[in-house]
Structure formats: C-alpha cells, structure tokens
C-alpha cells in the first residue's frame, strides 16, 4: 500500500513551463516503476512518462522532448517538469506506482494543468 499525492498544478500560458510533483508515503524504490498520466474530458487516460526502479525512462510521443520525468529516492518524491506547454496539454494530470507487468495499482488524486493559448 502507498499514498500518492500531486502538488504543482495551475494554470500557465502556452509556451510556458510547469513542474509536478508526487510525494509518496512509501519508498519509491519498492515499485517496479513509477509513472505520470493525464486525463482530458472526454478521453482516455494516457501515459506520459515512466521511470522504472533502475532509471529506464519512457515518454510518450506526444510530450517527448518537452516534458522530464525525475525522481529523488532519499525524498519519496517523483517530478514531472513541463516545458513548451500547449493548449492541448490541458488535462488532469496523475502521478501512479506500478509493482510489475505494466500495470498501474496506485494512484494520486491529480491535479489540474490548464494552459492557454
């Protein structure tokens, strides 16, 4: 069992930056990997970036080259850092913790990005 809790969300102008981050009450370390997802009205929720326990990351298309996922063991905690935000990145984001097998068990209770154009 772990709580997950996002904090960073807001609202920022297209081209802008934003940075997350996912406080876990657990060691990160004892998951196989830990995750950034989001979700806009209307549609799926997605993945948009992975770091697993030995510090593979993966993106998705759609945000490769603009946003970071990071992590800090000592501190439990997972960020997300978003640059050249647009319009379309516009959802609920939510931090997830992964035991294995691409399956996501755990998750925060998100936050809302909202960028303007």
């Known amino acids: 069992q772990v709580q997950l809790a996002e904090s960073g969300g807001g609202l920022v102008q297209a081209g802008g930056s934003l940075g997350l981050s996912c406080a876990a009450s657990?060691?990160?370390?004892?998951?196989?990997?830990m995750g950034w997802h989001r979700q806009a009205p209307g549609k799926q929720r997605e993945l948009l970036a992975q770091?697993?326990?030995?510090?593979?990351?993966y993106y998705a298309d759609s945000v490769k080259g603009r946003f970071t996922i990071s992590r800090d063991n000592t501190k439990n905690t997972v960020y997300l850092q978003m640059d050249s935000l647009k319009p379309e990145d516009t959802a609920v984001y939510y931090c997830?913790?992964?035991?294995?097998?691409?399956?996501?068990?755990?998750w925060g209770q998100g936050t809302q990005v909202t960028v303007s154009s």
């Open positions: 997830a913790a992964s035991g294995g097998l691409g399956i996501y068990g755990y």
């Open positions: 657990r060691s990160i370390v004892s998951f196989n990997a």
């Open positions: 770091i697993t326990r030995g510090g593979n990351t």
